[in-house]
Structures are given as C-alpha cells and as structure tokens.
C-alpha cells in the first residue's frame, strides 16, 4: 500500500489531477466557442474568456508534460521509464492540435478513437510502460 508522503505517490496524483485539468479546459473551451446548448443553459459559461482558457490549456498541458517528467524519475522506476517522456508530450501536445484545428475539445474519447496518430501514441506508450514495469 502506498504512504501519500511517498514522493511516488504523490507525483502520480500531481500527474492525474494535471491530465484531468488539461482536459476539462479543452471540454470548457469547446463548450464556450462551439455548444450552442451549453452556452444557453449554462449561467458558468459566461464567466470565462476564450483567451483566458487557451492559457490555462497551454499552461496545464506543459504542466502535465513537466509533472510526467517528475513522476518518472522518482526513486521508484526503472531509469528507462524515462523513455516514455516523449510519447507522453507528444501525446498531450497532439491533442492540442485537436482541440485547436478539429474542435475536438468537448470529446477527449472521440478524439482518441478518432485520430490515429493520438491513438498509437497512447498505445505505444501502454506498451513501452508495462514492457519497462515487468521486466
């Protein structure tokens, strides 16, 4: 069981709550600029800028890159789980792209399933991880 003093722990929900902020700015973003419906039912909306949101979205998404960063060199991984650093940044980064240039900001699972460089991203990163873990 892991100790929340733990630095291992701890950097993993650093990076949790980093991905999980990224991705409800992207949401927020969308909802702002293209969901007509969102935009009349929800009074929230209005307090938000379009520049103000893309930078949080800039900043969360270096945020989530640098905080990976952490997590993989902390003392309790294998020196080449920072391999996977790379797959990670351009992952984040490419579903910047998305929500900049196809408006996929308000669906994070169907821009994942939808695009195929993000996909294979994800994949070879699940793959490059349980492969470092379990050997």
């Not at 969901?35 to 103000?52: E, K």
């Not at 945020?63 to 990976?68: C, S």
């Not at 998305?98 to 939808?114: C, D, N, Q, V, W």
């Amino acid at each position: 069981m892991y100790n929340c003093s733990d630095g291992y722990f701890g950097s993993f929900l650093v990076c949790t709550f980093l991905l999980a902020l990224f991705l409800a700015l992207a949401k927020r973003r969308h909802e702002l600029l293209y969901d007509n419906v969102s935009r009349l039912c929800r009074q929230s909306l209005y307090q938000y800028r379009p520049g103000m949101l893309d930078g949080l979205i800039h900043a969360a998404a270096l945020a989530a890159v640098i905080g990976y960063s952490l997590y993989t060199v902390s003392q309790n991984h294998s020196v080449y789980f920072v391999g996977t650093v790379p797959l990670v940044a351009f992952g984040i980064f490419r579903y910047r792209y998305l929500i900049y240039h196809r408006r996929l900001g308000g669906s994070p699972e169907t821009a994942l399933l939808g695009d195929r460089p993000l996909y294979l991203t994800v994949l070879c990163w699940v793959l490059s991880s349980l492969i470092i873990i379990y050997t």
